[in-house]
T-cell receptor, first 115, second 116 residues
Framework: AQKVTQAQTEISVVEKEDVTLDCVYETRDTTYYLFWYKQPPSGELVFLIRRNSFDEQNEISGRYSWNFQKSTSSFNFTITASQVVDSAVYFCALSPAGNTGKLIFGQGTTLQVKP | DTEVTQTPKHLVMGMTNKKSLKCEQHMGHRAMYWYKQKAKKPPELMFVYSYEKLSINESVPSRFSPECPNSSLLNLHLHALQPEDSALYLC???????????????FGPGTRLTVL
């Protein structure tokens, strides 16, 4: 079965705190892609990152960093020095093999950053 | 142009009405998608078009009818909807690679639909 679990439903932090959003996935495929999307209150999903199953290098983009560990089937997302503008729902997603274009989303984590 | 546009932003319709949602992208993407999203839930895939042909229909009721007139446009025709169909409808597009894979999806701002 293909599944994405985001165990944290809601997280609340104070501005400038670091915060990590957890994502655990299940798949039997050896080739797959993992994604993170941000959905601010305006509603549009914003693409943040794509990682393929053969690339376990961690990635950093400004205040954002991602830790991909195949051994634990996790793809966690850390925001350093959080800001109010980071307040949004964050979705982790899995694209299984088979070239269908389907995305399997986790339930999402609502992040609230308070000033 | 790295944008997916959707019209209208908001739509209120009665159960006997016929309406259409429109989606447009000019990124040269050859895959386009319709999603439905209820409050506090992740998006649910409805349809996938690949090279203007319907490739996935996730058992969506026939009161939703997709159409892909060309590689830049995607429509969703609505007829005889139910109040439970009220939701945010999101369109997305993605590139197809030379190897046939689908790259990351870029989403539009959505149409917030209310069915009375």
């Amino acid at each position: 079965a293909q599944k994405v679990t985001q165990a944290q439903t809601e997280i609340s932090v104070v501005e400038k705190e670091d915060v990590t959003l957890d994502c655990v996935y299940e798949t039997r495929d050896t080739t797959y892609y993992l994604f993170w999307y941000k959905q601010p209150p305006s509603g549009e999903l914003v693409f943040l990152i794509r990682r393929n199953s053969f690339d376990e290098q961690n990635e950093i983009s400004g205040r954002y960093s991602w830790n991909f560990q195949k051994s634990t089937s996790s793809f966690n997302f850390t925001i350093t020095a959080s800001q109010v503008v980071d307040s949004a729902v964050y979705f982790c997603a899995l694209s299984p093999a088979g070239n269908t274009g389907k995305l399997i989303f986790g339930q999402g984590t609502t992040l609230q950053v308070k000033p | 142009d790295t944008e997916v546009t959707q019209t209208p932003k908001h739509l209120v319709m009665g159960m006997t009405n016929k309406k259409s949602l429109k989606c447009e992208q000019h990124m040269g993407h050859r895959a386009m998608y319709w999603y439905k999203q209820k409050a506090k839930k992740p998006p649910e895939l409805m349809f996938v078009y690949s090279y203007e042909k319907l490739s996935i229909n996730e058992s969506v009721p026939s009161r939703f009818s997709p159409e892909c007139p060309n590689s830049s446009l995607l429509n969703l025709h609505l007829h005889a909807l139910q109040p439970e169909d009220s939701a945010l409808y999101l369109c997305a597009s993605s590139q197809r690679t030379g190897q046939g894979s689908y790259n990351e999806q870029f989403f539009g701002p959505g149409t917030r639909l209310t069915v009375l």
